[in-house]
């Protein structure tokens, strides 16, 4: 019996280490992918974080065909959406993604925690007062964690106004090459939609937010959370698309 449960331990471990490899070669090979976009424009055009986001809501608007590594979805656009914005945070989350993925994670291939308006203006000061972190948790949800200080010369209600966590959806790959050379400190423009996703049997994975104030997991967003289909992504004054 004590050989035989140790050959199932050794054949476990074995499984296991197999896995990961996979996982890991898996990821790199992704990221290999999309290491080298084009940049389709310049522009002289500065970013201004300093502007509200601009959303245009949609009715009647036709399903976008979108195809996962995994599955193939449709996503219906419930907005134009385009913000500009002081990027604070960056969760590209691929290592061991092929274990414990979801379908979410299928689609919204990164996330980017975002300020903008007073909060923009001085990464210096706001640095002094907010701490970020983007990341993924066991329970499988994408959360931008965020503290303020007492001292913060902005209110509460400022500034959970003025800070999004952006789940990003790639229209192509080039563009999923843009957002990936995105980082922590760069000013961007991003142009879109922000849409709800389903799967091609019409089963719902995720609502977006459709507002930049709601905070909690009841909100349409299940946690205020944006998710993005990107048309066209800005970093200072390069453009992909």
Not at 31 to 51: G, L, M
Not at 88 to 98: G, H, I, L, P, T
Not at 163 to 173: F, K
Request: net charge positive; charged share 20%; aromatic share 12%.
């Amino acid at each position: 019996m004590d050989k035989l449960w140790d050959w199932f331990c050794k054949i476990s471990l074995i499984i296991f280490i197999l896995i990961c490899i996979n996982s890991m070669l898996g990821d790199l090979l992704f990221r290999v992918k999309y290491s080298f976009p084009k940049v389709s424009q310049t522009t002289k055009q500065t970013i201004d974080t300093a502007q509200e986001p601009i959303q245009i809501n949609l009715t009647n608007s036709k399903y976008i065909k979108y195809y996962g590594e995994k599955g193939l979805y449709a996503l219906k656009p419930q907005a134009e959406y385009s913000i500009s914005a002081l990027v604070v945070a960056k969760n590209s989350n691929f290592w061991f993604r092929d274990i414990m993925r979801s379908k979410f994670d299928d689609v919204a291939l990164l996330d980017l925690g975002l300020v903008w308006g007073d909060l923009a203006s001085d990464k210096k000061e706001l640095y002094k007062h907010i701490r970020f972190n983007s990341k993924k948790t066991l329970g499988q949800a994408r959360i931008l964690y965020y503290r303020w200080d007492g001292s913060s010369p902005w209110g509460p209600g400022y500034i959970t106004s003025h800070i999004s966590h952006t789940h990003m959806i790639p229209a192509n790959s080039n563009i999923m090459g843009g957002l990936l050379q995105i980082k922590k400190n760069d000013i961007v423009k991003i142009d879109g939609y922000l849409v709800d996703i389903y799967t091609d049997k019409s089963e719902l994975v995720a609502r977006t937010s459709m507002s930049r104030t709601d905070t909690n997991p009841t909100s349409r967003g299940y946690g205020a959370c944006e998710d993005m289909y990107v048309t066209q992504v800005q970093i200072g004054n390069k453009i992909y698309r």
